[in-house]
């Protein structure tokens, strides 16, 4: 909860020196560790519209963390957003997902290819689903989640060790973010 607080917090500071959440978009990157070591490569989550309800209400204190000790948690406000609005920034999300898995095939980048590479919540199972709290409460309209590869997977993990694959997919995002603005 901590991350997507201080997202709000910096889009906020942005916002008040004149540029408009809709210039910023917000990327988490990380690499996942999925059970299937033949699964590999990029894969995308995106805000979907139906997983969420437009609020997140957080409890002062938690077993790990006082919020109230934070100035981020201070400043925030809980929206409620409407269906329009979830869906528009799903629709914003996956455009850019999907700009960044292009770009990464034509960089030779692995991408996911069990079912789709840009998804629109994590399924534990058939019962549980969700959206990660970085994808739900982030107010920045666009924002992704990248898992990079899958840890299990031997040629993924030999790609996130080597310093030139790491360059490599730091420059893919970096394409995606100058081709989606440029659209």
């Not at 909860?1 to 709000?8: G, I, K, S, V």
């Not at 590869?149 to 995606?176: F, S």
Request: charged content about 25%; glycine content about 4%.
């Amino acid at each position: 909860n901590l991350r997507w607080l201080l997202a709000n917090s910096i889009m906020r500071k942005e916002e008040k020196a004149g540029i408009s959440r809709e210039k910023m978009i917000f990327i988490s990157i990380h690499c996942d560790v999925l059970y299937k070591s033949s699964m590999r490569g990029l894969m995308v989550y995106i805000p979907g519209a139906n997983y969420r309800n437009g609020i997140e209400k957080l409890p002062q204190k938690s077993r790990e963390v006082n919020y109230t000790l934070y100035n981020e948690w201070k400043e925030y406000h809980p929206k409620v957003l409407s269906k329009s609005q979830l869906i528009k920034e799903e629709v914003r999300s996956k455009t850019f997902a999907q700009i960044l898995i292009t770009t990464a095939k034509k960089n030779n980048i692995a991408v996911h290819g069990n079912g789709s590479a840009v998804r629109n919540v994590i399924r534990k199972s058939n019962r549980s689903v969700y959206v990660p709290s970085v994808l739900r409460n982030v107010e920045i309209p666009t924002k992704v989640l990248i898992e990079s590869a899958n840890l299990n997977n031997p040629d993924d993990l030999r790609n996130v060790a080597d310093p030139g694959w790491r360059q490599k997919m730091a420059e893919t995002i970096a394409e995606a973010l100058a081709n989606y603005f440029a659209m």
